[in-house]
């Protein structure tokens, strides 16, 4: 049976690129994205908080990520809520040192978001089963 581990799993070593998907005033809108952590237990995402993707998260949380590899696709829909801790941030940012050129746990654009009531699906154009989890 599959878990919010397999989920993480998935977008961090098979999808490191995936696509999230929010609400700008009625208007979809969908942008590549490269960060995914578990921490605590929950399914987290990054970005900083000038940027649009954020504002329109604060407006209308409901968001979906989907991920891609091969013939396989993860998709999580749920609401993404945003977590202000300097440990989920430091958390975020020791897993992607990369991003350390742009972003600090300490700095007061940097911002992580949880997935809250979410469900994740499998799919496969393979024929494998389709899964469900929800976190």
Not at 79 to 87: A, Q
Not at 93 to 102: E, I, Q
Not at 118 to 131: D, E, Q, Y
Request: with cysteine; net charge negative; charged share 30%.
């Amino acid at each position: 049976m599959a878990d919010i581990n397999d989920v993480f799993r998935f977008f961090k070593s098979e999808s490191p690129t995936y696509f999230l998907a929010t609400d700008d005033g009625g208007q979809p809108r969908v942008r590549p994205f490269g960060t995914v952590d578990l921490f605590e237990g929950r399914l987290y995402i990054q970005t900083g908080k000038k940027k649009d993707v954020y504002q329109q998260l604060l407006a209308n949380p409901k968001a979906e990520i989907c991920g891609v590899s091969g013939g396989d696709w993860w998709r999580v829909s749920g609401e993404l809520v945003p977590d202000d801790r300097v440990e989920a941030k430091r958390h975020m940012l020791d897993a992607y040192p990369s991003l350390r050129k742009m972003y600090d746990e300490n700095d007061d654009n940097t911002i992580v978001l949880y997935f809250k009531n979410a469900t994740a699906r499998f799919c496969s154009m393979s024929g494998k089963p389709a899964v469900t989890v929800e976190f």
